[in-house]
Structure formats: structure tokens, C-alpha cells
């Protein structure tokens, strides 16, 4: 059974700083392409970061998310890290981690995603 825990949301200040960690069980890590959603109150669900699987060659970012947020993977670890800084306000939502068929350097669809995780709450003040 695959599991996908997320952790490291929180209440920060704007123009503070979080890591959110996605803990995967039950399939083999680095086999797969790993994403970040993110989605707030009255809003879709929108693709903010993905990177691809093994070395993490591919990467793309929301262009919301460029210059302020990193994705990274530890493999040996089977975990999944989104550095975000400079937080805005409009950065607060639910975040959510993904198990991905692919990563493309153009878009992050819902459709790429083969599992979901139960999300972390980021929320940045003002």
C-alpha cells in the first residue's frame, strides 16, 4: 500500500520561510517523478513544483513559485522537500504532495498525478 505523508506546514510572517517534507512508503522512490500542489480557499487545485525521478534532471516551477520556492529529493530517504521563501499571502493554501507519472519542464496537470497525499497547511500572514 503507498503512502504519502506531507509535514513542515505552518502560520509564518510574510517574507518568512518553510520546508515542507513528503514522506513516501510502499513503491520504489526513485522510480517516479515527485510534485507539489497546492490549493487554496474557493480556488482550484494548481501545480506549483515538480522534479523528475532518479537524478531529478527535470524540474519545473509555477511561475508564481520561480525564484522563491526549490524542490529537491532525497532518495535514499524516499523523501520529498519544497524550500519556500518569501512568502506572500497569497501563498496560503493546502499543500499537496504528488506521486507523478511524469515531470515536464513545460506544465504540472492534475493528470500527471498517479498518487496524492493528504496535505499540509502553509499560511502566510500579512
Known amino acids: 500500500q503507498v503512502q504519502v505523508v506531507e509535514s513542515g506546514g505552518g502560520l509564518v510572517q510574510a517574507g518568512g520561510s518553510l520546508r515542507l517534507s513528503c514522506t513516501v512508503s510502499?513503491?520504489?522512490?526513485?522510480?517516479?517523478?515527485m510534485g507539489w500542489f497546492r490549493q487554496a480557499p474557493g480556488k482550484e487545485r494548481e501545480g506549483v513544483s515538480c522534479?523528475?525521478?532518479?537524478?531529478?534532471?527535470?524540474?519545473y516551477y509555477a511561475t508564481s513559485a520561480k525564484g522563491r520556492f526549490t524542490i529537491s529529493r532525497d532518495n535514499a530517504k524516499n523523501t520529498l522537500f519544497l524550500h519556500t521563501d518569501s512568502l506572500k499571502p497569497e501563498d496560503t493554501a493546502m499543500y499537496y504532495c504528488?506521486?507523478?507519472?511524469?515531470?515536464?519542464?513545460?506544465?504540472?496537470?492534475?493528470?500527471?498525478?498517479?498518487?496524492w497525499g493528504q496535505g499540509t497547511q502553509v499560511t502566510a500572514s500579512s
Open positions: 522534479i523528475s525521478h532518479s537524478g531529478g534532471t527535470i524540474t
Open positions: 510502499g513503491l520504489t522512490f526513485d522510480g517516479w517523478s
Open positions: 504528488a506521486v507523478l507519472y511524469y515531470c515536464s519542464n513545460n506544465d504540472l496537470r492534475r493528470s500527471a498525478v498517479r498518487y
